[in-house]
């Protein structure tokens, strides 16, 4: 899976993700990556949109197959990342409408046209 336009700055790589990690270890590399992207290149709301857009778009399978407590954790994983998305949501002020409506931009193919 990848992650486009979610490279840290200064690493102009495409960010990837294990094909074969599950809901609940997607939405731990997506809050991880939520937090470094604010707290150590202070990214601002419109630039984390889209990682926070893509936590709460995997929320309902973590909740499907991580909702049972598990004493590893203390809690419930699904409880957890939805406590999380809540918390982060309210302080970078994104409302479910912004959430549910963002799209990744279209791509651009072919060559420029020559003016």
Partial sequence: MSYPGASRDGDPSLLVGWAGWDHREQAQAL??????C?????WAADRLLPLVAGLREILPWVRQWHG???????????DI??????ETTNRLHLTDEALTSWRPPKATRGRKARQ
């Avoid at 604010?38 to 202070?42: A, L």
């Fill in 31 to 36: 809050a991880t990556l939520i937090v470094a």
């Fill in 38 to 42: 604010e707290q150590e290149d202070g």
């Fill in 68 to 78: 049972e407590f598990d004493p590893e954790w203390g809690a419930s994983p699904a």
């Fill in 81 to 86: 990342y939805a406590g999380f998305l809540a």
